[in-house]
């Protein structure tokens, strides 16, 4: 463990510090190069923009960058323990979008007083972007956060912990329920955790057939039931009407159990008493809700899911942000909207079901995947999802109506 810590920091020290930087897209060289790029050349496009703001799309990076925006309130499932110490992440989130997508990516930690000053202070910088990646902004301050920033910008503002999250989480979870012969209607559903990322994994699993009053959500007080008094408004949509108090209470007989709380809050004991094949999704980071040689070793007949890369089924944001933001910036989408999500998750899905590319068994250090059990979601460097995830969303994006442009010609073929 040790040695993986000292593995860990060196990665991120050496051979420099962090793990992002900035390169040049054009010459800059001799005396010719810099009055096209600086003085005088630059005013040229300075004039166009300010006459027609659309050209800031063809003469500048906007197009193709993305901010990934924190208060560090929430990093992992680590906590708030603010906005310098999330930069690992951030850095990290912008390294996924250039390795997964080819988005030029840069990390912003704000620090801020009000939740008022820093909607303020993203959409203030909001144009200099194609898009704004929120991450790890804990909730509910989240909610409000995202609500404002959708309404002031005129780029996408996605929420990452609770849509990219939601996105991945329905599609491993409808192919789980496949794999065990079980259906996401009559699924009795049990959520630990009741902030960002469940409450919007909670709600996309209700679009794709889920109902309400078959989810028992917990926080750290317990069941979130209608006859607690101290329940925001997000957690109050999830207030069931029981008289189940304690994780013990609801996870007996469940069918489906998801972790997006922290780490070790879920019991062997407590697995056993799931109803027969279950699922398990322990996505907290980094350290799930229970370990999965635990949960094997309590029950056969479980499919398991974390949010780490090294273990199968990784349910985790990174299949989804790089390529949703790829296909709503290639048509100047205004918004990423509830069609755009749901392309995505039947493009994640559907992936899983056909053969694995060679490279992708390479890459993860296996001879077979199969659709099954241990794999019922891609793994994030199938080059698969970059060109079926940006397609979707991108032609999704068109017929709901906030692309800007159309879809280039033989887009991602
Ligand atoms: N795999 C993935 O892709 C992702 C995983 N996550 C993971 O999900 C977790 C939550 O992240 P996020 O939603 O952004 O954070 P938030 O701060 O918004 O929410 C955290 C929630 O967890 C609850 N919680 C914390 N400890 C306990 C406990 N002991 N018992 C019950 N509930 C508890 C909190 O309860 P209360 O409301 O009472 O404070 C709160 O509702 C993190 O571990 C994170 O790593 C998040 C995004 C993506
Ligand atoms: C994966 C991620 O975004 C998180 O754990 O917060
Ligand atoms: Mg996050």
Known sequence: MSDFREQAL?????????????????????????ALA????????????????????????????????????????????????SKPVMEGKALLFKRFAGLDSIDIEVKHKTTED???????IADTFGGINLEDIKAPECFEIEKALIERCSIPVFHDDQHGTAIVTAAGMLNALEVQGKSIEDAIIVCLGAGAAAVACMELLIKCGALREHIYMLDRKG?????????????QLF??????????????????????????????????????????????????????????????????????SDYPNQ????????????????VRASAINDEMKIAAVEAIRSIAKEPVPAEVLKAAGVDKLEFGAQY?????????????????VALAAVESGVAQIDLPENYMA
């Open 10 to 34: 060196h990665y991120h020290s050496h051979p420099v510090p962090g793990k992002i930087s900035i390169e040049l897209t054009k010459p800059a060289e001799t005396v010719q190069d810099l």
């Open 239 to 308: 207030a069931n009407n029981t008289d189940k108090r304690t994780l013990q209470d609801v996870i007996a007989d469940a069918d489906v159990f998801v972790g997006v709380s922290g780490p070790n809050l879920l019991a062997a004991e407590d697995l056993k008493l799931m109803a027969e094949k279950p699922v398990v999704f322990a996505c907290s980071n980094p350290d799930p809700e229970i370990d999965p040689s635990l949960a094997h070793g309590a029950r056969n007949d479980l499919i398991m899911a974390t949010g780490r």
């Open 315 to 330: 349910v985790n944001n990174v299949l989804c942000f790089p390529f949703i933001f790829r296909g709503a910036l290639d």
């Open 376 to 392: 019922i979601i891609p793994k994030p460097m199938d080059p698969r999802l970059l060109p079926r995830i940006a397609k979707a």
């Open 118 to 124: 820093f909607i303020n202070t993203v959409a203030n």
């Open 223 to 235: 069941v979130i039931h209608t006859r607690r008094d101290d329940l925001n408004e997000y957690k």
């Open 38 to 85: 600086y003085s005088p050349g630059v005013a040229e496009p300075v004039r166009e923009i300010a006459a027609d703001p659309a050209n800031a799309y063809k003469y500048t990076g906007k197009g193709n960058m993305v901010a990934v925006i924190t208060n560090g309130t929430a990093i992992l499932g680590l906590g708030n323990l603010g906005p310098l110490a």
